[in-house]
């Protein structure tokens, strides 16, 4: 199994970013997927969730400016961001689980700075 994420980097304040994650080993349609991110020192926080029929569901923090998409056929997840603040930046994380497993792709950089 293995979860590659991509697409994160240096963006400013106010800037965007789309990051995506594609899965393989897994039956994708079924799993659900998530977007975490850890800074140093601080537990890995959930960012936002999408279930295997599509339904959303996002940290308070960063609803209104996240999006999350998958697309089933490229065995894809992908995370909008927009809006992006000093307090977005961190090593966000791909997860893939269901009852079968659950897997943690090996992070993407966010960096947001001036």
């Known amino acids: 199994v293995q979860l590659v994420e991509s697409g994160g980097g240096l963006v400013q304040p106010g800037g965007s970013l789309r990051l995506s994650c594609t899965a393989s080993?897994?039956?994708?349609?079924?799993?659900?997927m998530d977007w975490y991110r850890q800074i140093p020192e601080i537990q890995r926080e959930l960012v936002a969730s999408?279930?295997?029929?599509?339904?959303?569901n996002y940290a308070d923090s960063v609803k209104g400016r996240f999006t999350i998409s998958r697309d089933d056929a490229k065995n894809t997840v992908y995370l909008e961001m927009t809006g992006l603040k000093r307090e977005d930046q961190a090593v966000y994380y791909c997860?893939?689980?269901?009852?079968?497993?659950?897997?943690w792709g090996e992070g993407t950089q966010v960096t947001v700075s001036s």
């Open positions: 997860n893939a689980h269901h009852f079968t497993g659950f897997y």
């Open positions: 080993g897994i039956p994708f349609t079924v799993y659900t």
């Open positions: 999408i279930d295997k029929t599509g339904n959303a």
